[in-house]
């Protein structure tokens, strides 16, 4: 490892991301066209920031959240998004959603798909290729976690049965490198993620989700709509648990 590396001053956030994804600074520079000059002084200089399409190409190269990285990122530009900003467009119920709008987002995920869902029929409804859709993104290079209710909590045995159907479902995905599956003990929201944009299906009381709003958010800067949402995904996917091999417990 180099000194660079080594040295524990600076961005200890972005030494830790380079270090894991055990790429050096001179190939991090050569991958963003820059100086490996100029990586060390992202790496050395307290409070050193990017520029916004470079801070976003590393962190995509890295795998990490470039707001996690370089906190002040979005301080570099004049104006600040707003909250609203964050929210493209809502629909009254979920399946006023466009139907090409939840594939469309998800084949142009180029890091990372988040699926945190309070069943999963209605996406595989949507997108009728959707498991096959996430296994080629998985090999093309995204991370792909998806989080299914677990069947062990449910009230009845008929809703038990129901959701290791679910399970079965997106059994084929189990063992695709790259995909993350687990199971979730209940979310508040239902939220599909494709890199900065996000469908998210809040919960009303008495309400089914099917007639629930859907949100269509974006995350802007520092996102602070959105990125409620994205701390719930990371909660979600913290405390869930691993799947086991969901086609032999669905044909229990």
């Not at 084949?107 to 999963?120: E, K, T, Y």
């Not at 009303?204 to 409620?228: I, M, N, S, W, Y």
């Amino acid at each position: 490892m180099n000194a660079a590396l080594r040295n524990t001053a600076g961005n200890a956030r972005l030494r830790a991301a380079l270090v894991a994804s055990k790429m050096t600074i001179e190939g991090l520079a050569h991958e963003v066209g820059m100086d490996p000059r100029t990586v060390e002084r992202w790496l050395n200089e307290p409070g050193r920031t990017p520029y916004a399409r470079h801070a976003h190409q590393v962190a995509q190269l890295l795998h990490v959240d470039p707001y996690e990285i370089w906190p002040t990122l979005g301080n570099r530009r004049k104006t600040s998004a707003q909250p609203q900003d964050e929210l493209l467009t809502w629909y009254p119920t979920r399946g006023a959603v466009p139907a090409a709008l939840w594939a469309t987002l998800l084949r142009g995920a180029g890091d990372r798909i988040d699926l945190a869902l309070s069943c999963g029929l209605f996406l595989a409804d949507a997108v009728p290729d959707l498991v096959e859709l996430l296994a080629e993104c998985a090999a093309a290079g995204t991370r792909v976690r998806l989080a299914l209710p677990d069947p062990t909590a449910a009230p009845t045995q008929n809703e038990a049965t129901r959701l290791l159907l679910v399970e079965d479902l997106y059994s084929a995905l189990q063992h695709v490198p790259g995909v993350r599956m687990v199971r979730h003990g209940g979310i508040a929201n239902d939220v599909v993620r494709a890199d900065d944009q996000l469908l998210v299906m809040p919960r009303v009381d008495g309400c089914p989700p099917a007639a629930a709003p859907a949100l269509h958010l974006k995350r802007l800067e520092q996102a602070p709509l959105t990125g409620a949402y994205l701390l719930g995904l990371d909660h979600v996917f913290t405390t869930a648990v691993p799947l086991v091999n969901t086609r032999r417990l669905a044909a229990v």
